[in-house]
């Protein structure tokens, strides 16, 4: 794998735009000297956003970016819990990696809500599958009668991990040869009613028992730490804990501005931190289909939408 470029693929959707700029040069920076090649799935981007995308490979020669335009019509017979509809449909199409890449033998899928922190990502890339198809972080935290029944419906064993989709080192060709997409197609219709974490349970379905767990510090869920020295890169899952989230708690918002500043968005810095300044006294979200407002950290009010 010394001679190829490291393969990273993302999915997105334009009012992302930013946040996947962030994610992307948070990688090219902490791994100076790697040659990258980033693949973006999408259903339709404006050209503005693919030209300031090509201003990120005009500043890093040794990095290669390229779009790749998916039929959403392909996608539709997914479920999206109304619960979690902060998640597009687009987060579907990591399961589609091994058609809409035949030539590469392996990837990195990410997550955009991710910041690389620190050390590179080679080792990550090297990393020896030993004949599993592929390999997550296992969301081992979780571990309730609820969610032990759930993974049960899901067609899980109990000794069988349960894992994050969030960061995925795929092993492509073994993908193809398992009809890996294919069988992700035929689970969403055998599981569409009890889907609850969209592509995530559908990669535990159909891979259950198969998968590689990685170390937690390749794509750690724990509340942020700048004092963590083990960790590569971080997962911001909450949606209140998101870096470029407004909420008066969060300070990872600080992180995300060092690397705002080196992207082709940095002219939003300034509306940005006024964003943050505002949110210290007043700040709203939706989650689970209901309104939150808070004053001064404290909530006030909330209603359904």
């Given at each position: 794998m010394n001679d190829r470029p490291i393969t990273i693929a993302y999915s997105f959707t334009d009012n992302w735009a930013q946040h996947l700029a962030v994610a992307m040069t948070s990688v090219i920076v902490n791994n100076p000297g790697e040659r990258f090649a980033f693949h973006v799935l999408h259903f339709g981007v404006s050209p503005s956003t693919q030209e300031r995308f090509?201003?990120?490979e005009a500043a890093h020669p040794n990095v290669r970016i390229t779009f790749h335009h998916l039929d959403g019509?392909?996608?539709e017979r997914f479920p999206t819990p109304k619960f979690l509809s902060e998640i597009p449909l687009i987060a579907y199409c990591r399961l589609a990696l091994p058609d809409i890449l035949p030539d590469e033998p392996r990837v990195i899928y990410s997550d955009i809500d991710v910041l690389a922190v620190r050390g590179g990502?080679?080792?990550?890339?090297?990393t020896d599958l030993g004949g599993h198809p592929m390999?997550?972080?296992?969301?081992?935290?979780?571990?309730?009668?609820d969610f032990r029944l759930?993974?049960?419906m899901l067609g899980m064993r109990p000794e069988h991990d349960y894992f994050c989709s969030g960061l995925i080192l795929m092993d492509l060709d073994a993908l193809r040869r398992d009809r890996f997409t294919e069988r992700c197609f035929e689970a969403s219709g055998r599981l569409h009613d009890i889907i609850v974490y969209v592509d995530q349970d559908v990669i535990n379905s159909v891979c259950a028992g198969n998968i590689l767990p990685l170390p937690d510090k390749w794509n750690c869920t724990q509340n942020w730490s700048p004092f963590r020295k083990d960790v590569v890169q971080w997962h911001f899952q909450s949606q209140t804990a998101k870096p470029w989230c407004n909420i008066w708690k969060n300070v990872t918002w600080l992180p995300y501005l060092r690397y705002l500043l080196k992207t082709p968005y940095r002219a939003?810095?300034?509306r940005f931190v006024l964003g943050h300044l505002v949110g210290l006294f007043w700040f709203s979200y939706t989650k689970n289909c209901v309104r939150r407002y808070l004053f001064c950290g404290i909530r006030v009010w909330k209603k359904k939408v």
């Amino acid at each position: 794998m010394n001679d190829r470029p490291i393969t990273i693929a993302y999915s997105f959707t334009d009012n992302w735009a930013q946040h996947l700029a962030v994610a992307m040069t948070s990688v090219i920076v902490n791994n100076p000297g790697e040659r990258f090649a980033f693949h973006v799935l999408h259903f339709g981007v404006s050209p503005s956003t693919q030209e300031r995308f090509s201003q990120i490979e005009a500043a890093h020669p040794n990095v290669r970016i390229t779009f790749h335009h998916l039929d959403g019509a392909r996608f539709e017979r997914f479920p999206t819990p109304k619960f979690l509809s902060e998640i597009p449909l687009i987060a579907y199409c990591r399961l589609a990696l091994p058609d809409i890449l035949p030539d590469e033998p392996r990837v990195i899928y990410s997550d955009i809500d991710v910041l690389a922190v620190r050390g590179g990502l080679r080792d990550l890339w090297e990393t020896d599958l030993g004949g599993h198809p592929m390999a997550c972080i296992s969301d081992h935290h979780i571990d309730t009668p609820d969610f032990r029944l759930f993974r049960k419906m899901l067609g899980m064993r109990p000794e069988h991990d349960y894992f994050c989709s969030g960061l995925i080192l795929m092993d492509l060709d073994a993908l193809r040869r398992d009809r890996f997409t294919e069988r992700c197609f035929e689970a969403s219709g055998r599981l569409h009613d009890i889907i609850v974490y969209v592509d995530q349970d559908v990669i535990n379905s159909v891979c259950a028992g198969n998968i590689l767990p990685l170390p937690d510090k390749w794509n750690c869920t724990q509340n942020w730490s700048p004092f963590r020295k083990d960790v590569v890169q971080w997962h911001f899952q909450s949606q209140t804990a998101k870096p470029w989230c407004n909420i008066w708690k969060n300070v990872t918002w600080l992180p995300y501005l060092r690397y705002l500043l080196k992207t082709p968005y940095r002219a939003n810095a300034f509306r940005f931190v006024l964003g943050h300044l505002v949110g210290l006294f007043w700040f709203s979200y939706t989650k689970n289909c209901v309104r939150r407002y808070l004053f001064c950290g404290i909530r006030v009010w909330k209603k359904k939408v």
